[in-house]
């Protein structure tokens, strides 16, 4: 999918194709960095309890990581889906 069709994709989406495809091409350098960015996403749209937790605890970021593209987090997180997806248009 070429980048404009990417941009009008919803959160949701181009969290389930990143995370999809990352996880079937063993892309842990991706998947480790969407860990490390959750918890400022997180903090930006306003889940700031939600941040102590996840700097704190593995398994909650590893949770996240897999349900990161619905609602408000979905949309902090947008920037890093659509990179992702653009440097791997067979997504």
Do not use: C, Q
């Not at 959160?11 to 990352?22: C, G, I, K, M, T």
């Not at 480790?32 to 941040?51: D, F, Q, R, Y």
């Amino acid at each position: 999918m070429d980048a404009n069709g990417l941009e009008s994709l919803p959160a949701a989406e181009l969290h389930d194709r990143a995370v999809r495809y990352a996880v079937r091409h063993g892309d842990l350098g991706f998947l480790w960095n969407l860990l490390k960015v959750i918890p400022a996403a997180e903090a930006a749209s306003g889940h700031e309890s939600e941040t102590a937790n996840d700097l704190s605890r593995v398994s909650a970021l590893l949770s996240d990581a897999l349900a990161a593209g619905e609602g408000e987090l979905g949309e902090a997180l947008r920037p890093i889906y659509l990179e992702y997806l653009r440097d791997h248009p067979d997504a």
